[in-house]
């Protein structure tokens, strides 16, 4: 197998055994070249430590929670309705990948300094606080809050299952409600 198909295998390995639980930990090298059926030699030649895996499994996660972002938007639609769509995504996204979304947004303390990101995120969210202003939000709502809003609903689905949640565009509609978006 080439150099680079297996690295990626690995690291899709280990984004796999990371993305369906609720305990917080990153997949250790040796899982991932069990889930790939390596040696756990073989891991050593793309990643030189765990700290490595570690760093490239939130990079990927990173990428994949924007790129999720972003194919929702349409520049085309008025701001508001961006925002929406913006903000359905980020709740699905979150609620379909609780292990993923718990290591990006939740694991900073533990994983201390392997705790990366890109950027792209913050990107993504100066982008969403220009959203808001267009959509006519309040001044004194932020990118932030908005941020804050959907981090709390995504936390709450991922650990609180057992509640009757409604469905994703409603508890969207909810927050704007809240947020005192109107439309």
Same mark, same amino acid.
């Not at 280990?14 to 390596?38: D, H, K, M, N, Y």
């Not at 379909?96 to 900073?108: K, T």
């Given at each position: 197998?080439?150099?680079?198909?297996?690295?990626?295998?690995?690291?899709?390995?280990?984004?796999?055994?990371a993305s369906p639980?609720?305990?917080?930990?990153?997949?250790?090298?040796?899982?991932?070249?069990?889930?790939?059926?390596?040696?756990?030699?073989?891991?050593?030649?793309?990643?030189?430590?765990?700290?490595?895996?570690?760093?490239?499994?939130?990079?990927?996660?990173?990428?994949?929670?924007?790129?999720?972002?972003?194919? =929702?938007? $349409?520049?085309? /639609?008025?701001?508001?309705? #961006? @925002?929406? *769509?913006? +903000?359905? !995504?980020?709740?699905?996204?979150g609620v379909a990948?609780?292990?993923?979304?718990?290591?990006?947004?939740e694991s900073a303390?533990?994983?201390?300094?392997?705790?990366?990101?890109?950027? =792209?995120? $913050?990107?993504? /969210?100066?982008?969403?606080? #220009? @959203?808001? *202003?267009? +959509?006519? !939000?309040?001044?004194?709502?932020?990118?932030?809050?908005?941020?804050?809003?959907?981090?709390?609903?995504?936390?709450?689905?991922?650990?609180?299952?057992?509640?009757?949640?409604?469905?994703?565009?409603?508890?969207?509609?909810?927050?704007?409600?809240?947020?005192?978006?109107? +439309?």
């Amino acid at each position: 197998m080439p150099g680079e198909a297996l690295r990626d295998r690995l690291l899709d390995a280990a984004l796999e055994l990371a993305s369906p639980g609720l305990v917080l930990a990153v997949p250790s090298l040796r899982s991932a070249a069990r889930a790939c059926g390596v040696s756990a030699t073989a891991v050593y030649r793309y990643f030189a430590s765990q700290s490595e895996l570690n760093r490239a499994i939130l990079l990927r996660i990173d990428a994949m929670f924007v790129a999720a972002l972003t194919e =929702a938007d $349409d520049p085309k /639609l008025p701001p508001l309705d #961006r @925002l929406r *769509r913006i +903000a359905a !995504a980020y709740l699905a996204w979150g609620v379909a990948n609780p292990g993923l979304y718990q290591l990006r947004f939740e694991s900073a303390g533990q994983l201390g300094e392997d705790y990366v990101q890109s950027g =792209a995120a $913050d990107i993504v /969210l100066g982008g969403i606080g #220009r @959203l808001a *202003r267009g +959509a006519g !939000a309040d001044e004194r709502v932020t990118a932030e809050d908005l941020w804050v809003g959907m981090h709390g609903v995504v936390s709450l689905r991922i650990h609180k299952p057992h509640l009757a949640w409604p469905d994703v565009e409603t508890h969207v509609d909810r927050l704007f409600i809240l947020w005192g978006f109107t +439309a």
